[in-house]
């Protein structure tokens, strides 16, 4: 079996895709990954590839206790970081971001502090991603 295609037809098919709308499912992209950072502060406690935070020190761990929310765990102190994680969506590309000034601080670790990254794309991320791409463009083709 063979199969062939003429430069021409290739690049009539690529040019259709480029004429594409592809700024519906860029916003839905951007909320699917607004809502994965969002869930890994308020429940999985791990990064994009699903690996754990690191637990408190100690030092903080007594200060949340008695603050009396050390229950709501790592990353989720009063909520500014959680409703902080915004998105934004454009026909060629999505960005999720945060606004709280010490975002760096919990996403890259310091000298002192150990790393919790919460924002990032994971390999299941990335190939959802391609997969549901792919389901968008079929429907519009």
């Known amino acids: ?4 295609i003429d430069l021409a037809s290739a690049l009539a098919g690529l040019n259709r895709l480029a004429m594409l709308n592809m700024s519906p499912w860029m916003a839905s992209v951007g909320k699917t990954a607004q809502q994965s950072v969002k ?10 590839d699903n690996a754990p ?11 949340r ?4 929310n050390a229950g709501q765990g790592l990353l989720w102190d009063e909520g500014t970081l959680l ?6 969506s454009a026909a060629d590309g999505v960005s999720v971001s945060t606004e709280a000034p010490y975002a760096s601080y919990l996403q ?9 990254p919460f924002m990032g794309w ?3 991320d990335i190939a959802g991603m391609e997969f549901s791409a792919v389901r968008f463009i079929e429907a519009l083709l």
Request: no cysteine; proline share 6%.
């Open 1 to 4: 079996m063979t199969m062939t």
């Open 108 to 116: 890259d670790g310091t000298e002192r502090m150990a790393a919790r």
């Open 53 to 63: 935070w690191s637990p408190w020190m100690p030092r903080t761990e007594k200060y």
């Open 122 to 124: 994971s390999d299941e």
């Open 39 to 48: 869930q890994r502060i308020q429940q999985s406690k791990q990064d994009p």
């Open 65 to 68: 206790a008695r603050k009396g």
């Open 83 to 88: 409703n902080s994680i915004k998105f934004q």
